[in-house]
């Protein structure tokens, strides 16, 4: 109403039909494709945003991931050198 749209501009936005509209109006089973769309339309997805799932670690996840970040650090080893290496150098 606020967008002073009528029921058959919104279902073309949205690109479904004015009874599939008018199942979602009275409350009926419509799938969330279908809600997703029509708050698109309005400009009202945000509404969405209470069903976002925040993934949590837990604890014990948490705590292998620290002992994984504190493993000394391991240098490469280093190759003999030739002794024809050390003739060439001059001094």
Excluded: C
Aim: glycine share 2%.
């Amino acid at each position: 109403m606020e967008q002073n749209k009528t029921q058959a501009m919104l279902a073309e936005d949205a690109g479904i039909s004015r009874s599939t509209l008018s199942l979602l109006e009275r409350g009926d089973t419509v799938t969330v494709a279908t809600l997703i769309r029509v708050l698109r339309v309005l400009d009202q997805l945000h509404i969405m945003d209470v069903f976002v799932v925040v993934r949590r670690q837990s604890p014990l996840a948490l705590a292998q991931a620290e002992r994984k970040k504190k493993q000394r650090v391991s240098f490469p080893k280093r190759r003999k050198t030739d002794k024809s290496d050390n003739e060439n150098i001059d001094w």
